[in-house]
């Protein structure tokens, strides 16, 4: 919501956390080969009322493969009063490895009859022992509101903010998650 205080809250302290530099994107000077490194940020107010969030990105793209590797998240979340910081801290990291994974990994494909993205080598989700960020989270304790869900904001601004980074590294906008190789390489190709 345009001009909502405790969403517009969110993103301020993500940005702050992530030391945001205001600046245009795509990044200035870009290269068209090689590693390049960007910034996204994206935000929810989840189900219109039900939890704020906020997400600061930072990924390397190889341009020559399509690879994308995110290095940090920076998370700013409001869900109201918190009775258990280290629970919600842990709730945040898992929603943004979940919406990282998604991002970058995991589609239900199918053919003309059938999903065909039925075991763990068809669907790939964020494999245990993958490299994973750095993630820092920032919590805004309101105690003059009633409590609001967390479990699932971090999840919904990932892809967002991995997308808007990606941009920002190259040039190349990305409307398809997830942010595949191919799908990146096929971006970066058609770039102007």
Do not use: H
């Not at 918190?82 to 239900?108: F, H, K, Y």
């Amino acid at each position: 919501m345009q001009g909502d205080a405790r969403l517009i809250d969110v993103v301020k302290a993500a940005a702050k956390a992530a030391n945001w530099e205001p600046r245009p994107s795509p990044r200035p000077g870009i290269r068209r080969n090689g590693t390049a490194a960007g910034r996204g940020i994206s935000c929810v107010l989840y189900e219109g009322d039900n939890g704020y969030c906020a997400m600061v990105a930072d990924v390397e793209v190889n341009q020559d493969t399509g690879r994308v590797t995110v290095k940090r998240l920076v998370i700013a979340n409001d869900c109201g009063p918190i009775s258990n910081p280290d629970g919600l801290r842990n709730q945040l990291e898992g929603g943004a490895l979940q919406g990282m994974s998604r991002a970058l990994t995991e589609e239900v494909t199918w053919d003309d009859q059938r999903v065909t993205s039925v075991d763990w080598r068809t669907y790939q989700p964020l494999y245990l022992g993958a490299d994973v960020p750095e993630i820092e989270t920032v919590l805004i304790n309101r105690l003059d509101v009633r409590a609001t869900g967390a479990g699932e904001t971090a999840v919904t601004v990932a892809a967002g903010a991995v997308g808007n980074a990606i941009f920002d590294a190259t040039g190349a906008r990305i409307r398809q998650a997830p942010f595949t190789p191919k799908r990146v390489k096929s971006a970066l190709d058609a770039r102007t």
